[in-house]
Each structure stands twice: as structure tokens, then as C-alpha cells.
């Protein structure tokens, strides 16, 4: 199946290699959306982000989003994933369901995975029924280093 990504939503909290990204997506053309810091750091490097209402909030108008990538720690084989090494859950459940409910593809990034059923149901914070692809990086960067003390 071959999706024309229109455009992206990005929110992050480690912009690290997040300029390189966008700019590949400007170069497909692909319509940025975001706020905050991310919006910042976007925008001064020259690339063409919307700015909604002319002011950075988290208020969305309805546009189509062609896909979302999000973070967690374990994916289980059906993609279920939990975040039992990241500080924050990041709105991951909202940004999947607005990718799925345009039509749009989910792709999640996480440190492994597991077998059905090993993730306890309490500790899913994004269903499978939302995961369309799953990459697998075991040495993903982390903004805050995972802390069990937390």
C-alpha cells in the first residue's frame, strides 16, 4: 500500500537530528505542523511550518494527518506499547488516534520486543490496533535517562 504523506505532525522533546528530518519532509513536500519548541526550532532553521491562529497553542483545526511516529520502550508482537523506560507518556494514545482517525499510518520506535501477552494490559499505553509499523532501535537516545526512581 503506497500513502502520499500531505503532512506531519512533530512534537518533541529531544530535537536532536529533528532539523535533518524535517527538512526531508519539506523536501517531499510535505505540510509541518507543530508548536512550542519544536515549532521554534523548526522554523528558525528556514523550513515552512503552519503556525495555527498565528500563536503557538495546542489547538488543532481538523486537517488530515498522513502519519505519526511515536516512542516507546517495548512493542509486544501485536504492537502493543508500553513506556516502562521513558519519563513521560507525551500524548503518544492522542497522536496515534488522530493519525488513525485521518486515515493515516501510526509507526512506533522502541528498544524491543516481546511476545503477545507479556505486556501487562495496565501497562499498554498505546494499543496494537493503533501500531501500523514497528522499528526496532535498541540503542534509541533518550532526552532523560531512563531512572527507576522517578
Known sequence: ????IERALISVSDKKGIIDFAKKLDSFGVEIISTGGTYKAISEAGIKVIKIDGKEVLFYKSFHINISIIRGTTADEFGNISIEEEPLPSGMLDIAMAAKSSGGIVIAQVKRITKIGS????????PGIFVDKIVVDPHQQDYFPYNPYY
Open 1 to 4: 500500500m503506497k500513502i502520499k
Open 119 to 126: 505486556i501487562h494490559p495496565r501497562n499498554v499505553e498505546v
